[in-house]
């Protein structure tokens, strides 16, 4: 009998942390913190850790692997299995995971020397993507690319006669990066290889046990291109109106992808962009195996553009802006917590036609989400004042999909049937809402989950 218990990461955003029991062994996958309150931290079990066999992790966001020293704080001395590039990835998330909880004025619950206990185990230098193998006595694992982040993975594990997928964070849809079709067949055909030769091909199966999967958008119909289309009238509108776009990204991920799409849908646009987000392109070039087909190219068109101006300090910022004309401008920090990010809103808020296009998750209390709320009027200031100068910005939030919503996660559960199906990576309601629509679609054996609840296998 095999056990499902979510440490967090179901039923809400963040803290992704799900654990697996056989007897008295135990899987991890992921161990993530959550942006809310100073942080918050999974439901670790420390009796739990002794039985850990092995943990992953399926990339460097911070919702799905700032909570990792906590497992070596309470005894963990195994290995942490993620792709190399996430683990170089992650030093600087501990460091703005650091600098978030001393902004919150809140105590990390780790030291740094729990952080440098974490030892990593590569898995593309254990095997290549798409292929079954060992990583510890009695479990096969199989990864691909995830397309949400460089590094990013699904993986597939077989362990104890049970088929297990998590799909980590997933999307099909990125601009820039590749992304590995999840396919049972070849689960299949793992499962037919030496180790199980002498397993009745009757007995193989090619439905999972449990997959958990990423469904953070919910019961949300659109896909990327309705977004782009939305993002691009938005930005049409105010250009129109001779304003200037302000838009806040994080410094590795969507800004990326939103930059060179800016730059090929905007072609006589000037873009000032944060050095800071020039930074991962020339790590994007760096990983042609983690891109998607044009990828390369796109980035270096985007280089060589003459209209663009990269800024790193208040003069050069002042400098560019100075200029006349409408400017797309990219700055760092997707929730606006930076002080970047807010400069660039008090220098626009001098005028009405300049606009703030967020694009990404917004957690409560953050200055995106109270600008947002601002420029709405329902912040309770009547759109004056309150948190922000002068005159509110016009917000709007048009998410750029790096997520799986309802068309997704429908094409997901068909490429990948499982007997039971976990939604991952949204609050209860919208969890709710998506499961009551694949109900009535006619799927079955779907849950939707909060923190502390289990699942027998
Ligand atoms: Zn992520
Ligand atoms: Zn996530």
Redesign the pocket.
Known sequence: MMQLTIWG?AGE??R?SYLLQYKDEAILLDC?GKKEGGGQYPLISPEVIPQLKAVFL??A?E??SMALPLLYKHGYEGEVWTSRVTAQQLPGYFQAWNRYARSQAAELPYGDEHIAAIRYAYLEEHTFAGEWSSVVSGLRIKWGRSG?LPGAVWLALDWHGKLVYFS??YTGESGLLAADEPRLESIREGREGADDARRPISETRCIADLAII?A?YGANPDSQAVRLAELERATEEVLRAQGSVLYPVPTSGRGQELLVWASECFPEAQLIVERALMEPFHQLAALPEWLGAGALARMEALLANGRLTIVADEEERLKALARKGSVLIFTNDGMMQSEVARWYYQQLSVAAHHAILLTGHLAAGSFGEMALRSSQGSDGSNGSGSILTRFPLPVQHIRYKV?QGLPDVRQMLERVPSRTTVLA?AVKPRTDELLEVLRDEGYEGIYSLSPGERLIL
């Open positions: 990461g955003h963040g992704s993530g399926s990339h966001h919702d799905h949400h980590g964070d990423d953070a997520h990576h």
